[in-house]
């Protein structure tokens, strides 16, 4: 797929008020392996990343760990990164990521399009909306 030796960036999202937001350089990744799904590489921080760091950790260590009250913190931790972060490859911003990064090490996978499950969800959601709106 000749990922490897590109540049992804790691930015912040626009309107999360932070110091992280409205495009601010989190820092970048360059692409040392391709292993389908996954991307990983070097992690170089930006000015913007001491304010995810602790965001990321967390992620990190809550992933690591089995029990459904795990994964429902591990849930709330990686939606709050979505909400702040964007990851952009050299193509442009992906629709969906799940990244993790460790001291200077980063693996990734992404789509450009949703993952499913939101997909179902939104669905799901306009779907009663119309059936209340109907009601």
């Known amino acids: 797929m000749g990922f490897e030796g590109e540049t992804w960036h790691v930015r912040g999202a626009p309107d999360t008020g932070g110091q992280e937001g409205t495009g601010a350089e989190i820092g970048e990744i360059l692409i040392e392996d391709a292993d389908f799904p996954w991307l990983s590489g070097r992690f ?43 990851l ?32 179902e969800q939104e669905q799901e959601q306009g779907e009663a909306a119309a059936e209340g709106a109907d009601g």
Do not use: M, N, T
């Open 88 to 119: 952009v490859s050299p193509d442009g911003p992906v629709a969906e990521f799940l990244l993790h990064i460790e001291g200077d090490r980063a693996w990734f996978r992404w789509s450009d399009e949703r993952f499913e499950q939101e997909q």
């Open 44 to 86: 170089r921080a930006g000015p913007a990343y001491g304010a995810v760091r602790d965001l990321f950790a967390r992620e990190l260590a809550l992933v690591e760990r089995d029990g459904a009250e795990h994964r429902a913190a591990w849930e709330a931790v990686s939606a709050e990164i979505e909400r702040r972060v964007r």
